[in-house]
């Protein structure tokens, strides 16, 4: 979309982009012409933003992607947050993402917004890896809603949790890892497309969801995990590591922001789908249903929650424009259909013990978008989806959880004895990383303490792309019946100080993936389960997965590694597998019972 411009609006589009080359203020973006009917006001996300169309000149969006990429590109625990946003069109620009930036289209379709260069993620120098260079901090950063056509060889995004792809179209070769086979720790990639080959190189794990692979995925090391993907390998688990599913059960896309053609700002609503495959964007897709952004509180880290929850009873949905948010009580989303959307990847952290979060056990909640960063009073949950005696049937219209990524430990101290609840019936969970840290600020076994990660009390819950790592006790717990799980990922607490501090129930450690002891049914697909105790000190995982054995209890292609350190695990699921104790190797199960 070309804007038009009178000669007195090119003068003031050119001020503001001197302004934004020396500092960072965002460009202003100006739509094409709207009838006088149509017409609205540029909405103000605040400083962090920045909103461009082709009309702006490339060197000036160069410039601000590069200076964001040089702030950001080592702010692993910072409290800057960022988002760079194209209306349709195209654009030469080759952007780099650092922490805690998003790029995104403001198209209907991503093939309205073409970038041709790259939105790119490269590795970090890292003296521990031996190419060098590794992915495996490369965090919380996102590209979605359009297209990248590379002029190099390819388009690199090594990255590692927390950083997904969505509803991309990539026009060449996909890149996934840092380079010279430098580590990278797995990702997520849904509803996009990759026209060549995806080289996953390195990469230990990774799930692709409804999407469509136009060319060969090379390689894989542990966990490669295939929902719903036309072009996807053929199922080879464990050589080569790939589980494949040829269609996804239940999916419902994450919203997003765009502009329509008569330049009004709405929120596309994805709807709910079964057993599919390919993109939702594919010809014939159609546009989603989409709301007002005038319906929405356009909400800046200055709001406190009681202003935030105000607006929400009176049916608002709710826009968290980039920063840190610091509520002192816990946002409450009680009517249904409402939508809570993160734009730049902002943090709720909640500062008087109360979660962050609270959601009523009501039809069509969408919470997308955001961090959760425990505060220093523990809290006993951060996020809560439905309540303790929640018994609704939500299968024609569920709560989803896509792109939520918790943190115990890292920018600060943080406590919290349960990062995410699920109580409602046929919840939606869809790329969570839940993860207490291993390094950063507040980091210990007495500091940041963290009981469990995830514990799902609903029936009907279907997760795919669920990342949990280093809790104290068990990592997931799943009470409700007839779960799925499409894609694992977890590492055991690095820093357990002695067997007898780290010892459940049931033996020595506590298992990462927990299924109730009443559960009837449960069906799983590509767990990983990996161990690094650093404390030097002999440490033992009795099984990495813990399960009733029953005829419903399915489990399909597991894998438990030893990574570094001292211990171990010793058997895969209950009382299957072989023990990775003491030096590196692999415990591949195809499947359970």
């Not at 702010?75 to 030469?92: H, Q």
């Not at 917004?113 to 970090?124: K, S, W």
């Not at 880290?301 to 009176?314: F, K, T, Y």
Request: glycine letters at 12%.
């Amino acid at each position: 979309m070309t804007s038009h411009l009178q000669p007195s609006r090119r003068q003031l589009l050119a001020l503001a982009a001197t302004a934004a080359a020396v500092g960072l203020a965002p460009t202003p973006a100006l739509a094409a012409p709207a009838r006088p009917e149509d017409r609205e006001d540029e909405p103000d996300f605040g400083p962090n933003v920045f909103v461009y169309d082709p009309s702006t000149p490339a060197s000036e969006i160069q410039s601000t992607v590069d200076r964001l990429f040089t702030r950001q590109e080592h702010n692993e625990m910072g409290t800057d947050r960022y988002a760079v946003l194209f209306k349709p069109g195209r654009y030469e620009v080759n952007a780099r993402l650092g922490y805690y930036t998003t790029v995104a289209g403001l198209g209907e379709h991503p093939d309205d917004v073409e970038v041709h260069g790259a939105v790119r993620v490269i590795g970090q120098p890292d003296p521990n890896s031996q190419a060098g260079i590794s992915a495996l901090t490369n965090f919380w950063r996102s590209a979605e809603n359009l297209s990248i056509a590379p002029t190099d060889w390819s388009n690199q995004w090594a990255v590692s949790q927390a950083s997904p792809m969505r509803r991309v179209h990539v026009k060449g070769i996909l890149w996934l890892e840092p380079g010279n086979g430098g580590y990278s720790s797995g990702g997520f990639i849904a509803d996009s497309k990759v026209d060549g080959i995806t080289i996953n190189g390195s990469q230990q794990q990774w799930l692709t969801r409804d999407s469509e692979l136009g060319g060969d995925w090379t390689n894989g090391v542990w966990n490669q995990v295939f929902s719903g993907v036309l072009g996807a390998p053929a199922q080879g688990f464990p050589n080569p590591p790939y589980t494949t599913l040829p269609t996804s059960p239940v999916t419902r896309e994450k919203p997003y922001l765009f502009v329509d053609a008569a330049g009004r700002w709405r929120v596309a609503v994805p709807g709910l789908r079964h057993n599919t495959a390919g993109t939702s964007w594919a010809t014939g897709g159609g546009t989603p249903r989409s709301l007002p952004l005038r319906d929405f509180l356009i909400a800046r880290p200055s709001h406190d929650a009681q202003r935030i929850n105000r607006e929400l009873a009176r049916g608002k949905h709710l826009l968290l424009t980039p920063g840190v948010y610091r509520p002192d009580r816990a946002l409450r989303v009680i009517h249904p259909g409402t939508v809570v959307l993160g734009l730049g990847m902002p943090s709720l952290a909640p500062t008087g013990g109360d979660a962050a979060l609270r959601v009523a056990d009501v039809d069509g909640v969408r919470i997308a978008g955001i961090l959760v960063d425990a505060g220093q009073t523990e809290s006993e949950v951060l996020v809560q989806i439905g309540h303790r005696h929640s018994r609704r049937n939500h299968a024609h219209d569920p709560i989803s959880v896509q792109d939520v990524f918790f943190r115990i430990g890292g920018p600060w101290v943080g406590r919290a004895r349960t990062s995410l609840v699920v109580e409602s019936n046929h919840t939606l969970i869809d790329n969570v990383w839940a993860w207490r840290g291993d390094h950063g600020n507040g980091i210990g076994w007495t500091a940041n303490t963290a009981g469990t990660g995830v514990i799902v009390n609903g029936d009907d819950v279907t997760a795919y792309g669920l990342f949990v790592e280093h809790y104290q006790r068990y990592q997931t717990i799943w009470n409700g019946e007839r779960g799925r799980t499409i894609f694992y990922q977890s590492e055991l607490p690095y820093d357990p100080p002695s067997q007898a501090a780290w010892t459940s129930p049931t033996g020595r450690g506590w298992a990462s993936y927990k299924v109730g002891d009443r559960v009837r049914e449960h069906e799983a697909w590509g767990l990983g389960v990996y161990s690094y105790f650093n404390q030097r000190v002999d440490i033992r995982c009795d099984r990495a997965i813990e399960v009733p054995r029953r005829a419903g209890i399915r489990f399909h292609d597991m894998v438990t590694v030893f990574l570094d350190g001292s211990g171990g695990i010793e058997k895969t699921i209950n009382e299957v597998g072989t023990p990775v104790v003491g030096s590196y190797g692999t415990s591949p199960v195809v499947s359970y019972p």
